[in-house]
């Protein structure tokens, strides 16, 4: 079974530098990956996904992610961080055959000082 | 609506007890999901529904639990017997279809077990 790690459980960064949110998976062929983003008393929202081509994805408010097949991970940056990013940053991780239902990491909490 | 509707937000009650969350996806959407996030946990897949397919119940973590889909819209999850660790936020999302179409998210509804 698929599994995904994100090793950081609180990450702080001060307004406007830059960002990185690490996440490893495990599985034995190319997988689905995701990044949600929850804002407190929120559900879930899509930030990027990869499913193969271009391992650079582009998403919303500004965020990016690279595919690193030699290193299982899927990171999520930002060049400049601001204050409104504070939030759960969640992994996941979809495969082929069956479902598809995501496995999600346990998330990041992203902690802006001003 | 405009998205994915969860009543009710808040739930407080007494171990023992019943309780029945309800779900209202979006319109159209034909795969529905709801996930259990405890404390400092990630996402905790429960259950899925496809269409008029045998939902995937692999998740439930006892039988204490159950969901239903009328129509192939409205969900509702029961909890029979509440205990204390069925306290957590319980989400649900639906997507366009299977394969792998971005999960769209409630609120989620906080249960806390007294």
């Known amino acids: 079974a698929q599994s995904v790690t994100q090793p950081d459980i609180h990450i702080t960064v001060s307004e406007g530098a830059s960002l990185e949110l690490r996440c490893n998976y495990s599985?034995?062929?190319?997988?689905?990956l995701f990044w949600y983003v929850q804002s407190p008393g929120q559900g879930l929202q899509l930030l990027l996904k990869y499913f193969s081509g271009d391992t650079l994805v582009q998403g919303i408010k500004g965020f990016e992610a690279e595919f690193k097949r030699s290193q299982s991970s899927f990171n999520l940056r930002k060049p400049s961080v601001h204050w409104s990013d504070a939030a759960e940053y969640f992994c996941?991780?979809?495969?082929?055959?069956?479902?598809?239902?995501?496995?999600f990491g346990r998330g990041t909490s992203l902690i802006v000082h001003p | 609506g405009a998205g994915v509707s969860q009543s009710p937000s808040n739930k407080v009650t007494e171990k023992g007890k019943d309780v029945e969350l309800r779900c209202d996806p979006i319109s159209g959407h034909t795969a529905l999901y709801w996930y259990r996030q405890s404390l400092g946990q990630g996402l905790e897949f429960l259950i899925y529904f496809q269409g008029n397919s045998a939902p995937d119940k692999s998740g439930l973590p006892s039988d204490r639990f159950s969901a239903e889909r009328t129509g192939g819209s409205v969900s509702t999850l029961t909890i029979q017997r509440t205990q204390q660790e069925d306290s957590a936020v319980y989400l649900c999302?639906?997507?366009?279809?299977?394969?792998?179409?971005?999960?769209?998210f409630g609120d989620g509804t906080r249960l806390s077990i007294l």
């Open positions: 996941a991780v979809a495969v082929s055959g069956g479902s598809y239902i995501p496995t």
């Open positions: 999302a639906s997507s366009e279809g299977q394969t792998l179409k971005p999960q769209h």
């Open positions: 599985y034995g062929a190319t997988p689905y």
